[in-house]
């Protein structure tokens, strides 16, 4: 599966019809002509010096890929060695579609069925240029990458390599065969996702060998080993139905923290997802921080919903509602302060705070459009406010409230000012 290889002849072919259409034009590097090949594909890749690998990643849409191309279907993440151009790692390959790979196997005969944990994919290698052992996300080569945490999955990783092992990353890999590869799913309380952890522990989901075109290797034949060594490293449950009605019955009695199953014919592969768990990872979205999230749900109108799948994050919620009603309050008021009153008592623009100036001033300007007189302007009352805020994308919503939140502990709470101002005349010299 050296798929970079294909394009060898290719590029060899581009360089010796090389004819420059402009002064100073040199033929691309052999990444840029693969990288602009896979782009074909709807496949990104990307060079790391300091790793020296090239990594790609299919980006297109899930229903547009082509799963019978091997290029497509291995690219769910693939590093190759950026000097040689050789495969080093392929992750689990793209799955069929689950109605597809039933129809191709109307029977089980032959499909193994297993559990499907949620967490982080964190893939391990060994570079021969480099002469060292590496681990990868399936879109980072070093995994110094993060997401809702503070934390990068290396750091993940090699917690929960200790806990189950007891042994550095250099330690555990020293023990394994060079021509091995290792797909791993990081399972860490820290990493907050639909499926909760007591304790960092790993699961091994795929061990390839690269001497034999980076073939599975049996995990039954892995699991012997790592368990002679002591190691709490877990493998996926299996699981046997008879047919495929009464794996979609099984399905529908999983808890919303199970994903669903894997499916596995040979090289092919396939999944099944939950329905419940379906619902509460559209809950949770794919935002970063938990105040967007919030903002997320509080748009949709599903805050309720997601406590109830996520009560831990109750106290969490309340912070954050509190946060929105009192950015409500305040940009009313402050609305009122500085556009309502008399022009001895209004406040300056500069006197309100900052993270409400912005919109202060379109609500003013969304007033001023309501109509062309005063009295066919649309009055701006609290529920004004609050559908401004309402309209905009729960990313915005959720950078205002961060914004208010941080100026609110840095500024105790005090009421919008009445006093008036005193106003002198300008002397004139003649």
């Known amino acids: 599966m050296n798929f970079l290889a294909d394009f060898e002849s290719s590029f060899q072919t581009y360089l010796t019809s090389f004819t420059p259409v402009s002064e100073g034009q040199v033929p691309l590097t052999f990444f840029e002509f693969a990288r602009n090949e896979l782009r074909k594909k709807s496949i990104n890749i990307f060079s790391n010096e300091e790793h020296q690998t090239m990594i790609a990643r299919f980006k297109g849409e899930s229903g547009t890929a082509d799963v019978n191309d091997p290029v497509v279907r291995n690219s769910r993440s693939i590093i190759y060695d950026l000097k040689t151009h050789a495969t080093l790692m392929i992750a689990p390959n793209k799955s069929f579609e689950y109605e597809d790979f039933k129809t191709n196997h109307p029977t089980m005969e032959g499909v193994t069925v297993e559990d499907f944990p949620l967490g982080p994919m964190i893939n391990v290698y060994y570079h ?27 750091v993940f990783f090699e917690e929960a390599l200790f806990k189950t092992t007891g042994l550095t990353f ?4 020293s023990g394994f065969q060079k021509n091995h590869t290792f797909s791993f799913v990081l399972m860490h309380p820290e990493y907050f996702d639909v499926t909760r952890y007591a304790e960092p522990s790993l699961v091994i989901v795929e061990v390839r060998d690269r001497d034999y075109n980076h073939g599975l ?68 979205g ?27 994050k109750v106290n969490e919620f309340h912070h954050f509602s509190e946060i929105y009603r009192k950015m409500i309050t305040q940009t009313h008021s402050h609305y009122i302060a500085h556009h309502t009153r008399p022009v001895d008592q209004k406040i ?10 912005t919109a202060v001033f379109n609500i003013h300007k969304q007033y001023m459009e309501s109509g062309t007189t005063r009295e066919t302007r649309r009055q701006v009352k609290p529920n004004v406010v609050e559908n401004y805020f309402k309209n905009l994308t729960a990313v915005e919503l959720g950078n205002v409230m961060s914004y208010w939140d941080n100026y609110l502990k840095q500024n105790p709470e005090q009421p919008v000012q009445t006093q008036k101002r005193v106003f002198k005349p300008r002397l004139v010299t003649q």
Request: proline residues 6%; glycine residues 2%; aromatic residues 12%.
């Open 217 to 284: 290797v049996p995990l039954e034949d892995v699991e012997c080993f790592t368990n002679s060594a002591g190691w709490k490293i877990k493998y996926p449950k299996r699981h046997t139905f008879a047919t495929w009605d009464a794996l979609e019955e099984f399905i529908k009695t999983q808890p919303s923290q199970e994903q669903g199953l894997i499916l596995r014919f040979e090289n092919e592969r396939s999944k099944i997802r939950n329905p419940e768990f379906i619902r509460a990872q559209k809950l949770l």
């Open 128 to 154: 021969p240029t480099k002469e060292c052992w590496q681990m990868a996300t399936r879109s980072y080569v070093g995994a110094n990458n993060s997401f809702r945490s503070t934390k990068s999955f290396r």
């Open 286 to 312: 794919n935002h970063t921080k938990m105040i967007d999230i919030f903002a997320e749900n509080l748009l949709n109108h599903t805050v309720q919903d997601f406590l109830e799948i996520f009560p831990e």
């Open 348 to 357: 300056l623009f500069s006197e309100i705070p900052r993270p409400l100036q």
């Open 170 to 173: 250099q330690e555990f890999t």
